[in-house]
Structure formats: structure tokens, C-alpha cells
């Protein structure tokens, strides 16, 4: 009901551009209430169409949209290469530091918990605190969700203490 009721405007214009924006807050706003399997669909849709229409900020929009949606579900399979790519593209376009590439490479260093692969999920986990640190203030939300995945890096390698105290540095922020 949501997404044709966004588009109208966009199909009685004709306008594309605005109908995959249109396609994109659908999916967000699915994502907000935690309707992942319709956010999946939509962001899917949305990420087809803006290839379609060969518009490069609306891909990087749906594609974030994606991400978000595939991660809830566990779809690793799906998300990887999407990762990946967001992570080329990003920092290509923004550099190495830039607070988007921590965000993924925080998302990147939780697949590779879930696949075992920790010593590489320490690498990009504490890369994505480090760029986090510089790029915000001590007590910025992001800085606490670095925390929560190097918290729970440090609980998989069964290092319990280390864990505890990094969970409680995220739950002082949040």
C-alpha cells in the first residue's frame, strides 16, 4: 500500500529518477519498522531500477538499502559481494577514512565472524573504530556501535574480560 501510494506522483510525472527515490524510502522506512523480507523486495527493485536509469547516487542509495535489508535476514551469500563492492566504490570515491567505509567494514568484519575468519574480523573491526574515533565525537552513537562489534569479536576469540569492558564503553555511549 506504502509504495504505490509514494509513486504516484513519480508515474504521473513519468519521472524514473523520482520512482526509484520513491522505491528507496519505501525500503527504508520497511527497514525502520523491521519488515526485512518487503524491505528486501523493494531495495532489490529499487537497486535494478537505478541501474536501469544509470544514476550513481540513487545505486550507492539502493544499494546501502540492500545491505541493510540483507544483513537482518543473514542472506551472507548475497551480502558479501555487495559489500565488497560498496567498500571499492566508497572508497574510491570518498578515501579510505571516510565514515561510510568504517560502517561496511564494520558489517564485513561481522560476516567474517560468522564465517570464523577472526583475525580478519579484528583487522576491520578495529579499522572501523579507528576511523569512527577521528571522524566523531568520543561519545558519538557510531563510536558505540564499533565498540558493540569489537565486543563481540573479543567474545567469539573467548576473550571474556576484554568483551565486558568493551560492551560496557559502547552502553556509556548509548
Given at each position: 500500500m506504502?509504495?504505490?501510494?509514494a509513486r504516484a506522483p513519480a508515474i504521473r510525472?513519468?519521472?524514473?529518477?523520482?520512482?526509484?527515490?520513491?522505491d528507496i524510502a519505501v525500503g527504508r522506512a520497511l527497514l525502520r519498522l523491521g519488515a526485512?523480507?518487503?524491505?528486501?523486495?523493494t531495495c532489490r527493485?529499487?537497486?535494478?531500477?537505478?541501474?536501469?536509469?544509470?544514476r550513481s547516487d540513487e545505486i550507492d542509495k539502493a544499494s546501502d538499502c540492500l545491505i541493510e535489508s540483507l544483513a537482518p535476514l543473514g542472506m551472507f551469500k548475497d551480502l558479501e559481494?555487495?559489500?565488497?563492492?560498496?567498500?571499492?566504490?566508497?572508497?574510491?570515491l570518498l578515501g579510505a577514512d571516510h565514515p561510510n567505509v568504517a560502517d561496511l567494514l564494520?558489517?564485513?568484519a561481522q560476516i567474517e565472524m560468522i564465517h570464523g575468519q577472526l583475525d580478519l574480523a579484528r583487522k576491520d573491526a578495529e579499522r572501523s573504530l579507528e576511523i569512527a574515533r577521528r571522524a566523531y565525537p568520543a561519545h558519538h552513537v557510531k563510536i558505540a556501535e564499533k565498540l558493540k562489534v569489537m565486543g563481540q569479536?573479543?567474545?567469539?576469540?573467548?576473550?571474556?574480560?576484554?568483551?565486558?569492558?568493551?560492551?560496557?564503553?559502547?552502553l556509556a555511549i548509548a
Open positions: 506504502l509504495l504505490p501510494l510525472t513519468g519521472d524514473r529518477v523520482m520512482q526509484v527515490s520513491a526485512y523480507p518487503d524491505a528486501l523486495k527493485a529499487a537497486l535494478e531500477a537505478a541501474r536501469a536509469i544509470d559481494p555487495l559489500v565488497a563492492e560498496r567498500i571499492a566504490a566508497k572508497t574510491s564494520g558489517v564485513r569479536l573479543s567474545a567469539a576469540e573467548g576473550k571474556v574480560a576484554e568483551a565486558k569492558r568493551l560492551y560496557e564503553q559502547a
